[in-house]
């Protein structure tokens, strides 16, 4: 096996790490006062299927669920995150978090907060938190994504990203991972 330790791992939060789309779908019924059974877990990028008209009905539930229901600090962690996590870092390799979440104007230190507080308490193992939004500029060698925008321009550049399987991404191709421990076979199938 090469050596590792010069191996950076690009970690999105939200859709990744984080399950954002469990906990905003508690949330959007709260918003819609609406029975959460009725919001179908199938969504696709945008939440139209829950009745999210355009970008501004979206930034207005998402920002209803960041500053009035902590969004950032009350999501449930994706089983095998912080194992899987670990693992990778054990064995040298270099977990950098990747997180367009500053979006809000004048919410940055709650944002940044919630955040550290939330990867802190669910022993997330990592060396570095970058908050960005052009996620190539961060440099990593191999990127864990959900979003399928985001997966697209990161291939574009060349830059092997795994795809994090969920409803909004399942047009998205190979490779795939369905579940941490599928990422770190990847990884390592990437990576030998
Ligand atoms: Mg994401």
Not at 22 to 27: A, K, L, N, S
Not at 31 to 42: K, M, S, Y
Not at 118 to 140: N, T, Y
Request: aromatic share 12%; hydrophobic share 35%; with cysteine.
């Amino acid at each position: 096996m090469s050596d590792r330790s010069d191996i950076v791992i690009g970690v999105d939060l939200d859709g990744v790490c984080a399950d954002f789309y469990g906990r905003m779908r508690e949330i959007a019924a709260e918003w819609f006062e609406r029975p959460i059974g009725e919001l179908t877990t199938e969504v696709s990028y945008g939440l139209s299927e829950w009745g999210i008209s355009d970008k501004n009905h979206y930034d207005s539930l998402h920002r209803f669920a960041v500053t009035q229901r902590s969004l950032f600090s009350s999501m449930e962690m994706i089983p095998g995150a912080r194992k899987y996590l670990r693992l990778l870092s054990d064995e040298g390799y270099r977990i950098r978090i990747i997180t367009h979440r500053l979006f809000i104007h004048y919410f940055h230190a709650t944002a940044v907060e919630q955040t550290v507080n939330w990867l802190d308490s669910h022993g997330i193992p990592f060396w570095d938190l970058c908050f960005m939004k052009e996620k190539s500029q961060v440099g990593a060698d191999v990127y864990v994504e959900d979003t399928p925008s985001n997966i697209i321009s990161l291939r574009e550049k060349g830059l092997y990203t795994i795809c994090f399987g969920n409803s909004t991404n399942t047009h998205i191709e190979e490779p795939r991972a369905n579940s941490w421990q599928e990422v770190y076979e990847l990884v390592h199938a990437w990576h030998s």
